[in-house]
């Protein structure tokens, strides 16, 4: 429960105040809180689908934006993304169960010779929150990882990392190989990270350039969208 200090008693909330005291506790980090929160929520009897989605996913993606427009820090960020972490654990095998909506699967890593990783695991987590499956290869990834990834998890969505303008050529390296294996058309490939902008993104031939974690869930939605659409049409 809430510290004896606090004032506030999470479960004399109503749901609304509850919901805004979440984005609160996500905004600082209070993994202890975003997990109380969660076990009142499904205590009265919210499908862990709305939890995900109202209390956390809602909550991170002010936090990315705040994150984006320099109000947060790297720091904030991932206690934020451990508290969220926090939260999905208990959700994770209820969604599992009630076959909450998947809106697809991602392989996202950091690209060879590059060893930075914090936005890309703000992207994964941010993506797992919004009911994506993603399968994390870390840092410093070959052509050889990427693929041998693909073909094991076969996803909709590649997402790929570099904070180094030394590493970001090796995106065009990874994208080129699976044109020439005939494989590019299969999936879509997402890239991001400080250094690309979007004619980067267009020159090595991705689908997208996503400059933040809010706008890679949001870019990764609308091509999944269409994607069904395409298959039911």
Same mark, same amino acid.
């Given at each position: 429960?809430?510290?004896?200090?606090?004032?506030?008693?999470?479960?004399?909330?109503?749901?609304?105040?509850?919901?805004?005291?979440?984005?609160?506790?996500?905004?600082?980090?209070?993994?202890?809180?975003?997990?109380?929160?969660?076990?009142?929520?499904?205590?009265?009897?919210?499908? =862990?689908?709305?939890?995900?989605?109202?209390? *956390?996913?809602?909550? +991170?993606?002010?936090?990315?934006?705040?994150?984006?427009?320099?109000?947060?820090?790297?720091?904030?960020?991932?206690?934020?993304?451990?508290? +969220?972490?926090?939260?999905?654990?208990?959700?994770?095998? *209820?969604?599992?169960?009630?076959?909450?909506?998947?809106?697809?699967?991602?392989?996202?890593?950091?690209?060879?010779?590059?060893?930075?990783?914090?936005?890309?695991?703000?992207?994964?987590?941010?993506?797992?929150?919004?009911?994506?499956?993603?399968?994390?290869?870390?840092?410093?990834?070959?052509?050889?990882?990427?693929?041998?990834?693909?073909?094991?998890?076969?996803?909709?969505?590649?997402? +790929?990392?570099?904070?180094?303008?030394?590493?970001? =050529?090796?995106?065009?390296?990874?994208?080129?190989?699976?044109?020439?294996?005939?494989?590019?058309?299969?999936?879509?490939?997402?890239?991001?990270?400080?250094? *690309?902008?979007?004619?980067?993104?267009?020159?090595?031939?991705?689908?997208?350039?996503?400059?933040?974690?809010?706008?890679?869930?949001?870019?990764?939605?609308?091509?999944?969208?269409?994607?069904?659409?395409?298959?039911?049409?």
């Amino acid at each position: 429960m809430a510290d004896d200090n606090e004032d506030i008693i999470l479960a004399d909330l109503s749901d609304d105040e509850l919901v805004l005291q979440m984005h609160d506790d996500l905004y600082d980090g209070l993994k202890e809180e975003i997990e109380d929160g969660v076990h009142i929520l499904l205590g009265r009897d919210w499908t =862990p689908y709305d939890v995900l989605t109202k209390a *956390l996913v809602a909550g +991170m993606t002010i936090v990315g934006a705040d994150f984006r427009d320099g109000i947060l820090f790297v720091p904030e960020v991932l206690l934020a993304a451990n508290a +969220m972490k926090g939260g999905m654990f208990i959700l994770k095998p *209820l969604l599992a169960e009630t076959g909450a909506p998947r809106m697809g699967k991602m392989v996202i890593g950091t690209v060879k010779g590059d060893i930075h990783d914090i936005g890309k695991n703000l992207v994964g987590m941010m993506m797992e929150g919004a009911g994506f499956e993603v399968r994390d290869l870390g840092i410093n990834n070959s052509v050889e990882k990427y693929l041998a990834a693909i073909e094991e998890e076969q996803p909709d969505i590649l997402g +790929m990392s570099a904070l180094l303008t030394t590493t970001m =050529p090796y995106m065009k390296v990874v994208i080129d190989t699976l044109k020439e294996k005939g494989m590019r058309d299969d999936y879509i490939v997402m890239v991001g990270g400080a250094p *690309l902008n979007e004619e980067f993104s267009k020159a090595i031939g991705a689908d997208a350039y996503c400059r933040d974690a809010a706008v890679a869930v949001e870019t990764a939605k609308s091509f999944m969208l269409r994607k069904h659409n395409a298959m039911n049409a």
